[in-house]
């Protein structure tokens, strides 16, 4: 038997994820490389397209994955998690993330094309009126600090020149006082 025929015999000849009945096609998901029953599914035009095409995306047109989600077909649950996740900002597709379960090796599969994948900006270092703090800058305190492990009191209205802000936490910057290195919470200084 075919593939296409088994797939067909699988979805009752409709596609799989939005139920058209017409110019359907055999489709293969990323990163699976060859056809088969369990990594392919089938698709009609409109789905193929917007699945390749993100600009092409109606997220109205995806309202389908309402029902196509609870499929038992590996395939067809890494689409839906797929354009789920594409479409979380409208708000509904969340709810449906939300419900859809994935095993760890059919999540892995649906993340392997970096689907949803978002390049958050790097925290920003904001003095206490949310002004952001660069390396280098000149801030004052806002408040008497104890240092700890010393018997020095940073006073209110201390400059701090040269600041260095600390990779790891944007909570923190690092700046001499009196001659001692000292780190200071961004919330207790303001840019000068």
Known sequence: MSLLKALEDRSNSQCELCGASNKLAVYTPAPATGESLDNSLLACESCRTQIDDP???DSNHWRCLN??????????????????????????????????????????????????????????????NGVELTAGDSVVLIKDL??????????????????????????????????????ILTKFVKKS
């Open 67 to 128: 029902d196509s989600m609870w499929s038992e077909a590996k395939a067809v649950k890494i689409i839906a998690w797929r354009m789920l996740t594409r479409l979380r900002n409208e708000g509904w597709p969340q709810d449906l993330l939300d419900m859809l379960y994935l095993d760890e090796e059919t999540l892995a599969l649906a993340r392997a094309t970096g689907e949803g994948e978002t390049q958050e900006a790097d925290p920003k270092h904001l003095d206490c």
């Open 55 to 57: 600009a092409s995306t």
């Open 146 to 183: 104890d240092v700890k492990g010393s018997s020095l009191t940073a006073k209110r209205g201390t400059a701090v020149r040269n600041i260095r802000l600390d990779p790891d936490n944007h909570e923190f910057i690092e700046g001499k006082v009196d001659g001692q290195q000292i780190v």
